[in-house]
C-alpha cells in the first residue's frame, strides 16, 4: 500500500467517524453528543430507544448501501471497460425495481420474492445490454443504458398506479431486519468483489493479450457483471434505486490513488459509505420535519457529474478504466 492510500484510507475513516457521530445526533429531534453519550450510559432509556431502534440501523444500512453500490459501479466500469458504466444509468436498477413490482402482484406472497425477482431484474437488463453492439462503443452503451432506465422505470410507473410500486431510494423507517439482510447480502457480495479485483486489471488489457496469458476475459468479465446484479440489485430489493453512486465515487476514488482496482475497489467501498451517509443525514434535516431521500440528493449531485464527465474533453469512454 503507498503513502497516498494510507493518507486517504485514515482520512476517509475519521470523516467516516464524525459523520456518523453526527447522524446519530440529527433527526427529527436533535440530540447532543454528551445526551448521546449518557443515553448509552443509561441515564435516557427513550433517548437510547431511538438511538439503537430508529437511528443506529438506519446509519448502518446507508453505510452497507453505499459501499455496495459503489463497488457495484467500481465493478461494472471495469467489465465494460468505461468509466461511465453504472448499474443505475445503464437500467440494472430500474429494471430490478420493476420486476419487484410486477413480482409483488404476481406471486404477493412468494418466500424472498423482493431479492429474487430484483436479481432477475438485473439480470435481464445485462442480457439485453451485452447481446447487442453496445460494449464495442462506451456513449452508445450509456445511450441504450438510459434508454432501458427510462423504459422500465416508465412501465414500473404504468402498472403501479393505483398499487404503489418499490420504494424510491429512502432509508426512512429502515427496521433492524431489514438491515441485517443488507448486511449479510453486502458483506458476501463486496468480500468477492474484493477477492476478484484483480481481474479488474486484468480486462485493460486487449483479448489477444489476454488469450496469450491463458485467461479468459469472457469469464472474467460475467463474473464481475455478476457481482454488479448481485450489489445493486440487493439494494434495489430493500430500498429502491439510488442514482449515481456508482458514477461519482469510482471516478473520484481513481483521481486520488490511480487506476489499480484492487485499492479502487476497497477504497470505494470506504467513500461510498461515507457519501451516502453525509447524504441521507442531509435529507433528513434540510426541511424538516419532513425529509427528502437519498436517491434525491444523490440526483442533484451524479446528474451534474455526469455532465462534466461527459464534456471532458479527453474522455473516451476506456482510457480512464
Not at 445490454?129 to 410507473?157: C, D, H, N, W
Request: with cysteine; charged share 10%; proline share 4%.
Amino acid at each position: 500500500m503507498s503513502k497516498a492510500e494510507k493518507v486517504w484510507y485514515s482520512i476517509i475513516l475519521v470523516m467516516l467517524v464524525i459523520t456518523i457521530l453526527v447522524s446519530m445526533m440529527v433527526g427529527a429531534s436533535f440530540i447532543p453528543l454528551n445526551q448521546v453519550m449518557d443515553a448509552f450510559k443509561g441515564d435516557n432509556p427513550n433517548q437510547l430507544d431511538i438511538l439503537i431502534n430508529i437511528r443506529f440501523p438506519r446509519i448502518l444500512a446507508v453505510m452497507i448501501c453505499g459501499g455496495m453500490l459503489a463497488v457495484a459501479g467500481a465493478a461494472s466500469q471495469a467489465a465494460f471497460r468505461n468509466v461511465l458504466a453504472d448499474p443505475s444509468i445503464l437500467g440494472v436498477t430500474s429494471a430490478a425495481d420493476f420486476f419487484i413490482m410486477v413480482g409483488a402482484m404476481l406471486l404477493p406472497a412468494f418466500p424472498a420474492g423482493k431479492f429474487i425477482f430484483s436479481i432477475l431484474g438485473g439480470l435481464f437488463a445485462l442480457f439485453l445490454l451485452t447481446r447487442g453492439p453496445a460494449l464495442k462503443s462506451p456513449y452508445r452503451l450509456i445511450i441504450i443504458g438510459v434508454a432501458m432506465m427510462l423504459t422500465f422505470t416508465g412501465f414500473e410507473q404504468l402498472f403501479s398506479s393505483g398499487f404503489g410500486g418499490q420504494s424510491a431510494g429512502s432509508f426512512n423507517g429502515i427496521t433492524w431486519s431489514q438491515t441485517e439482510v443488507l448486511l449479510f447480502l453486502g458483506v458476501s457480495g463486496m468480500a468477492v468483489a474484493v477477492i476478484i479485483s484483480p481481474w479488474a486489471n486484468y480486462l485493460k488489457l486487449s483479448t489477444e493479450q489476454l488469450q496469450t496469458r491463458g485467461v479468459s476475459a469472457s469469464f472474467m468479465r460475467v463474473s464481475l457483471l455478476l457481482v454488479v446484479v448481485y450489489l445493486s440489485s440487493s439494494v434495489s430489493s430493500v430500498v429502491g434505486t439510488i442514482p449515481f453512486m456508482g458514477i461519482v465515487v469510482p471516478n473520484v476514488v481513481r483521481y486520488l490513488v490511480g487506476r489499480d482496482y484492487q485499492t479502487v475497489i476497497p477504497l470505494s467501498m470506504l467513500l461510498g459509505a461515507w457519501l451516502l451517509l453525509v447524504v441521507d443525514t442531509i435529507g433528513r434535516i434540510v426541511v424538516l420535519p419532513s425529509e427528502l431521500s437519498a436517491a434525491v440528493i444523490m440526483t442533484v449531485i451524479g446528474g451534474p457529474f455526469l455532465i462534466m464527465m461527459l464534456q471532458r474533453k479527453n474522455f473516451n469512454g476506456i482510457k480512464s478504466s
